[in-house]
């Protein structure tokens, strides 16, 4: 087996350490794994510098080499996949396998926009002879980036690709509780030749680094993905200085699932995609409105998958869900169930946390959950779903988009007119029908309402990072000007 890397900082082309570290655990076993340096102030004044210096290097490199440098990291990364994916099961707990997947998501996410930034185009508007009004996309500098613990390679790798293909230089700061996915990332570019100081990797007092990078006037975009709590505040910081802001934050998902599908296959289905990284997804699909004339088998059928999702530390073979990332997500999970059993709900699987090391939650399934129940309104992020009985179309909608919320919504129908209303309907920035995969490589994800600001992935992630600029043109000097749209 592959050690866990020695974790560093990445700033400005270099390897660097410094004299404060946090623990790392291995959440299936609660054991320190290694410790992660703290970046100091001075360390961020370094990383923006160097950013700096990179920018402008990068900037100039043709779209075609700068898609070639990406190609070639990404390359490194599919070839050390398997390392790759053992340092995030150590510091995760996600299942090998689901681990080498993300890794090769990551890698897609990279090769996708390395292929798009050859296709940023401008265009030529018409007018008068003599004339010529350009709007050209450029990069828009330095980018302050954020990503979550949940996916450690995949959601770095989201940011990093959109800034670096555009022409950007980043300055991110992973997760410290699972930080091998970044550091991964950036030891691929290190070798395959990205200009110092485009690619700056930071961890350490997440506060402390916002505070410190937001409000710098070289910072022009900031990327953050995570509750909308902190999206909020974060959004508040950028705003005083006029910074845009790019929010892919908290979700609650809505699936409807109605009574022209198999029940048996559906429950199916959605157990075993509720188990997937322990539920901790801001995609997962937790709020099932169901069909009352399939309610009791599609709950049956839900439970039993449920009830045989093996769980245990995600190195050994056959584990389909590790533990969940700390023992504050356990509480909060367990809270959640506490309140809905003392309201009311029925617990149709799950609901007790067994007892020994690892931060270990089992897939639990409440029904008949009623709406003053605290799962209800707040996002579990963890293995747990509310399965509710519905007497219509109108009031599954109606309750789908009863949140806040409105980052992934599903649902399960075979008739056109059904699919057609949902599409039209349902408040959510992505509606997968038949599918509870939410996300590819190739299309923009993000949120609506209170889920977030602006898209990642395909061309319209891309556009995140370019500013549009007008260049009007005249071939020959004005000598007298005119006022537009006037008659000679």
Known sequence: ?????????????????????????????????????????????????????????????????????????????????????????????????????????????????????????????????????LVIPQPVGTVAAFSPWNFPMSQPARKIAGALAAGCAIIIKAAEETPAGALHIARAFHDAGLPAGVLNLVFGVPAEISAHLIPHAQVRLVAFTGSTSVGIHLTEMAARSMTPVLMELGGHAPVIVCDDVDPQAAGVMSAVRKARNA???????TRFYVDQAIFAPFAAAFAARAAAVPMGNGLVPGIEMGPLANHRRVEAVAALVDDARAKGARVLTGGVRPKGPGYFYPVTVLADVPDDARVMREEPFGPLAIINPTASLDAAIARANALPFGLAAYAMTHRAATVDRLMNEIEAGNLSINTLEASVAEVPFGGVKASGQGREGGLEGMLHYVETRTISHRMELETEPTVAGAQP
């Open 1 to 133: 087996m592959p050690d866990y890397p020695d974790l560093q900082l990445y700033i400005g082309g270099a390897w660097r350490k410094t004299g404060q570290g946090l623990p790392v655990l291995n959440p299936a076993t609660e054991t320190v794994i290694a410790e992660l340096p703290v970046v100091r102030a001075r360390d961020l004044d370094d990383a923006l510098e160097a950013a700096e210096r990179g920018f402008r290097t990068w900037r100039a490199t043709a779209p075609r080499d700068r898609a070639a440098v990406i190609l070639r990291a990404a390359a490194l990364m599919r070839a050390r996949a398997d390392e790759i994916a053992h340092a995030i099961t150590l510091e995760h707990g996600k299942p090998l396998a689901q681990a080498r997947l993300e890794v090769i998501r990551g890698c897609e996410f990279f090769e996708w926009d390395a292929a798009e930034a050859q296709r940023l185009y401008g265009r030529v508007v018409p007018s008068a002879p003599g004339i010529r009004y």
């Open 279 to 285: 539920g901790q997804v801001c995609t997962s699909p």
